[in-house]
């Protein structure tokens, strides 16, 4: 596992922001992310021809904005690729020749640590907080959040219900940064 330098703030895309009009909310959340930060591109759900034109997009953005855009674990990209926690069993391990970062996502120890067994540069550990892209999942909250972030072999990113305070609040408990939907999206 290399460590590269990883973003500290994370913007995960789906399709509830849309992205293929200028005025959907996908464009303002972008908008509101640091430079420096990163993008992961789900959009699962859409057909190949409107997901290909929308991540074209998006890639230019984020090179005008220096984003760095991580794909799916089915479409890597040069900024690297994400593995749901679901996906993990097919990419056992880093491919030597791959560019980029490596994420991971995880929903306990066991998914944390397996993660940074593959290779993963840093792990998305959720859900941080209750989350509407989740409603009635279990949240870790802070006390079970911090003991798995905290002696993590790498970075871990808090994802789920986030906003700055609550950011704030897991950083000493071992957060490396923040990820979210609505938290870009809302304001």
């Known amino acids: 596992m290399r460590r590269a ?6 913007l995960f ?10 005025d959907d909310p996908l464009w303002a959340a972008l908008d509101r992310l640091p430079r420096g930060s990163g993008i992961v591109f789900r959009h699962y759900g859409w057909p190949a ?3 290909r034109a929308l991540f074209a997009a998006l890639q230019a953005h984020a090179r005008r904005r220096h984003l760095t855009l991580i794909g799916s674990e ?6 690297g690729r994400h593995l749901p926690a679901h996906a993990r069993h097919r990419h056992r391990h880093r491919h030597p020749q791959s ?7 995880a929903h306990n120890r066991r998914e944390l640590l397996q993660g940074f067994r593959s290779g993963a540069d840093l792990i998305f550990l959720s859900p941080a907080f209750p989350t509407t892209s989740h409603p009635g999942a279990p949240a870790l909250g802070p006390a079970r ?13 808090a994802l ?20 979210g939907i609505d938290c870009w999206v809302m304001r």
């Open 160 to 179: 789920g219900g986030m906003t700055a305070s609550r950011a704030r609040r897991l950083k000493p408990l071992g957060a490396a940064g923040f990820a």
């Open 74 to 79: 089915t479409a890597p990209t040069p900024g």
């Open 49 to 51: 021809t409107e997901r």
């Open 99 to 105: 560019r980029g970062l490596l994420t991971a996502a």
């Open 5 to 10: 330098r990883v973003p500290t703030l994370w």
């Open 145 to 157: 959040f911090g003991l798995m972030a905290r002696n993590a072999p790498g970075p871990v990113i």
């Open 13 to 22: 895309t789906d399709e509830r922001l849309g992205g293929l009009h200028p």
